[in-house]
């Protein structure tokens, strides 16, 4: 996390359960700034003060007060989750808490990693970027006055009339979702949906016609095209703006799952793969620079073999915390491979990417210093390439892999810079 980030902030208060200090320390290790409480009116007035990003209770509650009468107080004044520390419950007994307030249960004996991991998921949706809505519709007039009710409702609009365009904007837009009229000049929105389907990069993309279509058979056949729903123009405002996020948001949910590592949450190898393929195509167009970084672990297999795969999953998950953070919407990072990890540095020279890189591995290294349970030195060596002219994407990769072979045949925990 860059330092003039703040911390999102986790109000703790369960210290009667085992291992609640070790979680208050883990939580900071992570990046959460966690502040404990064990008294009904101090928690309340944190609250009020200074509304935290989420709150972890224990099933025995407060010194002075019970859950059940801390938690609808939680409720109206939480801004985020609320997240529950218990034994196993029954279903009715989670209908109970969930009807109090409770948004997440987590339960006893206390697996930290994984709280962590559920946190920074939960966070994420919080620092969603606006939604993105492509809309297609030969009708100007129709298709700005949708796209202003979506535009007030904080969501980022990009309008075209000719169909044959959208192969441009689906690439430099991104769409979190593509709102298609059916009937247009130049080809009918379901034989574009079609043409769509076939490029799999975009095939998970959500495409929705909004037409003034009543039929229903002709509904049912242009769906079975390629459209995921299909919606009658000039509905409620607050319907469209509705149905748009609830479909966006299902489909940021579904994205993420299918296009990032699991152990990680950074992008798999196919994903960041894509993105650096998009990006090297954007630079060249467009004449900007772009630097791609390789960043391996060192001695990675002597970790595994001498402390486990569950501490050397710890040391992945730390580096990929730390890459995720600190790219700050600069580029990508994915999870290359085992312990190999990929950095795309958008608009970014060399020398620059490659500062940056060395910044993070001093981090690293303090990071894993801090961490209670690694008491062995890790730390990691990088290769950094600029691409030039008439390079791709793969060969962009092979000069980063020659710089990090460099690095480490020069004695690890290094930055190797691609001379060639």
């Known amino acids: 996390m860059n330092s003039d980030q703040k911390k999102p902030i986790v109000y703790l208060s369960a210290q009667q359960i085992q291992g609640s200090a070790e979680l208050a320390k883990q939580l900071t290790f992570f990046g959460f ?88 998921v939960l966070l994420e949706k919080t620092q969603n970027t606006p939604y993105r809505v492509l809309i297609v519709d030969d009708s100007e007039a129709m298709g700005k006055a949708s796209g202003n009710i979506l535009q007030q409702a904080d969501m980022q609009v990009q309008q075209i009339k000719n169909p044959l365009d959208v192969f441009v904007s689906l690439e430099r837009f991104m769409p979190d979702i593509v709102l298609m009229d059916v009937y247009m000049p130049q080809c009918s929105g379901d034989e574009m949906a079609k043409v769509i389907r076939q490029q799999t990069q975009f095939d998970s993309v959500p495409i929705v016609f909004l037409s003034t279509e009543t039929n229903r058979n002709k509904q049912l056949m242009a769906r079975s095209m390629g459209g995921d729903d299909f919606w009658v123009k000039n509905m409620p405002a607050e319907e469209l703006v509705a149905s748009v996020a609830m479909t966006c948001a299902r489909y940021r949910s579904l994205r993420r799952w299918m296009s990032c590592d699991s152990l990680t949450a950074l992008l798999n190898h196919t994903h960041i793969i894509e993105w650096l393929e998009r990006e090297v195509k954007r630079s060249q167009k467009e004449a900007l620079s772009l630097s791609f970084a390789m960043v391996d672990i060192d001695h990675f297999k002597k970790i595994n073999d001498s402390y486990g795969h569950a501490v050397g999953d710890k040391v992945i998950k730390i580096l990929a915390r730390l890459l995720r953070q600190s790219i700050n919407g600069e580029g990508a990072v994915g999870r290359y491979g085992g312990e190999e990890f990929a950095v795309v540095f958008s608009e970014t020279s060399m020398i620059r990417a490659a500062q940056k890189i060395d910044h993070w591995r001093l981090r690293f290294t303090e990071l894993i210093q801090l961490s209670g349970d690694i008491q062995f030195p890790v730390t990691f060596s990088a290769g950094v390439a600029l691409l030039k002219n008439g390079m791709d994407a793969q060969q962009l990769i092979d000069a980063a892999d020659e710089a990090l072979y460099q690095a480490k045949h020069a004695g690890r925990n290094q930055v190797g810079l691609y001379q060639g």
């Open 33 to 120: 700034e966690c502040r404990s409480y064990m008294k009904q009116s101090a928690l309340l007035v944190a609250m009020h003060t200074e509304p935290p990003f989420a709150v972890l209770l224990g099933e025995e509650g407060l010194e002075d007060c019970s859950a059940e009468q801390i938690l609808p107080r939680l409720q109206k004044l939480s801004r985020g989750p609320v997240l529950f520390l218990t034994s196993e419950l029954t279903v009715v007994e989670q209908i109970h808490y969930v009807k109090l307030g409770v948004t997440d249960f987590v339960y006893i004996p206390l697996d930290i990693q994984k709280l962590i991991d559920r946190l920074d």
